[in-house]
């Protein structure tokens, strides 16, 4: 089985990020997955957001907890490499999930916030992954050891992923203590030894973000479960190039 091709916030690279339209290009692209980042509005919906405050990707300022849904849906995406495509606006995880859901697309759901005010967000995501019957066709991962014990305690049969910056032997031991079925590893610090070491304990690596072609070439060459990426029509190309 080759490498899986995830489309990082969806195809970021081309498209406004984390927006439908972005999930919906990255699967005409070739994508096999998609990535995303879910957090909790002020009334407890969990939409796809990557950032605490809203200022970097719309016109407003302060945190997404601090708005409503009907608020944050107010706000236009904006995106200063596409200012022909400022009409999307922040999806919720259901609108994505509706969609998902006819689509042979894996998903991977990012459990945003360290925030102790966030809890929720565990409970509200199990349950609308069930609600959507989408338990087989996703990861749920997070940097956050106690959103992920959270998360397997409610949906077991979900599968989960350790987010790392930096491979250490600690991580082995969070990832089999935890347990997750997966380690999501910053692209720096994956070797062919530190993949090697991970399936010795039986946990199979992913990596992000690789954007540059050489990169992709070399970590598409290592046994990985998949290579998140803001460009899943280059990744595509290589392998296509490659098989
Ligand atoms: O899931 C991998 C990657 O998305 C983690 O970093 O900041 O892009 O959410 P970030
Ligand atoms: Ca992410």
Do not use: C
């Amino acid at each position: 089985m080759r490498t899986r091709n995830f489309a990082h916030r969806g195809f970021k690279g081309e498209f406004p990020e984390n927006t439908m339209l972005a999930f919906e290009e990255a699967y005409k692209a070739g994508a096999d997955g998609i990535e995303l980042d879910v957090r909790l509005t002020r009334d407890k919906e969990v939409v796809i957001f990557h950032d605490e405050n809203v200022d970097r990707l719309t016109e407003g300022k302060g945190t997404v907890d601090s708005y409503t849904l009907k608020e944050l849906q107010a706000f236009k995406i904006k995106d200063p490499k596409r200012p022909d495509l400022m009409e999307q606006t922040i999806p919720t995880l259901a609108d994505y999930l509706n969609w998902v859901k006819d689509t042979p697309l894996l998903t991977n759901i990012e459990l945003k916030t360290k925030d102790e005010k966030d809890r929720e967000l565990e409970e509200k995501v199990a349950e609308l992954i069930r609600r959507h019957g989408m338990q087989s066709k996703l990861i749920v991962s997070s940097f956050y050891q106690d959103r992920l014990e959270r998360i397997i305690s409610q949906l077991p049969e979900v599968q989960t992923a350790l987010l790392v910056p930096h491979f250490n032997e600690s991580v082995i031991t969070d990832s089999k203590n935890l347990p997750v079925d997966f380690i999501h590893l910053k692209a720096v610090s994956v070797t062919p030894e530190v993949v090697e070491e991970a399936h010795r304990h039986g946990k199979a690596i992913s990596t992000w973000t690789v954007n540059d072609y050489e990169d992709m070439k070399k970590l598409n060459e290592l046994v990985l479960f998949a290579i998140i990426t803001d460009f899943p029509d280059r990744l595509k190309a290589l392998q296509k190039e490659e098989e």
